[in-house]
């Protein structure tokens, strides 16, 4: 249980243009879903939290015009990176909390597998 | 401001010798701790958790954790390791209804 996928896993996009990141969570409801950021050999960067139903909150230092974050469902979140530039090449990890306590999983973020960005 | 600290950004052992992945976690009043790995081009897979109850942890793969209040830490252990244990491993941290915060990694080799 507590599965939660990406798709792509991989794109490659022109500079300029937009790319759409799907997290799903496959068999829990996610009240929460998170975005991160890793660059190689590094840790985590929190870009920003989203709950269903509400707008967005960025970490400081993200653009929320850039970085659109859509979370329009319990078991869908969106990221859109709007015209991408090389800089924004990076690994994008989403995760997603449970919010009913029941299963005794709400304190745990499950990730996704990854999405690998390339702007060229 | 709550820090997740993990000494050692490498380690290696040789295959079958003892693990030991270190963390300390900063803040006054215990977090809820978590010890993540993940594999080269993969997210990351929780391998156990800490919140309430037994300090000693048991999580997939033959891991184990033991939460240690006295020296804020949360180390991550295996008796035996396996090539399969290459990998990056993640302690985080996450005080109730607050994000989580991760330590910077640490990258185990497994040494034939």
């Known amino acids: 249980g507590a599965v939660v996928s990406q798709h792509p896993s991989w794109v490659i996009c022109k500079s300029g243009t937009s790319v759409k990141i799907e997290c799903r969570s496959l068999?829990?409801?996610?009240?929460?879903m998170f975005w991160y950021r890793q660059f190689p050999k590094q840790s985590l960067m929190l870009m920003a939290t989203?709950?269903?139903?509400?707008?967005?909150?960025?970490e400081q230092g993200v653009e929320k015009d850039k970085f659109l974050i859509n979370h329009a469902s319990l078991t869908l979140s969106t990221l859109t990176v709007t015209s991408a530039h090389p800089e924004d090449s990076s690994f994008y990890i989403c995760?997603?909390?449970?919010?009913?306590?029941?299963?005794?999983?709400?304190?745990?973020?499950?990730f996704g597998p990854g999405t690998r960005l390339t702007v060229l | 401001a709550q820090s997740v600290t993990q000494l050692g950004s490498h380690v290696s052992v040789s295959e079958g010798a003892l693990v030991l992945l270190r963390c300390n976690y900063s803040?006054?009043?215990?977090?809820?701790l978590f010890w993540y790995v993940q594999y080269p081009n993969q997210g990351l897979q929780l391998l156990l958790k800490?919140?309430?109850?037994?300090?000693l942890v048991k999580g997939i793969n033959g891991f184990e954790a033991e939460f240690k209040k006295s020296e804020t830490s949360f180390h991550l252990t295996k008796p035996s390791a396996h090539m399969s244990d290459a990998a990056e491993y993640f302690c985080?941290?996450?005080?109730?209804?607050?994000?989580?915060?991760f330590g910077p990694g640490t990258r185990l080799s497994v040494l034939p």
């Open positions: 068999d829990f409801q996610a009240t929460t």
């Open positions: 985080a941290a996450r005080k109730q209804g607050q994000n989580f915060v």
């Open positions: 995760s997603a909390s449970e919010g009913a306590r029941l299963t005794g999983r709400a304190d745990t973020q499950y």
């Open positions: 989203s709950n269903e139903g509400s707008k967005a909150t960025y």
């Open positions: 800490y919140t309430t109850g037994a300090t």
């Open positions: 803040s006054s009043v215990p977090p809820y």
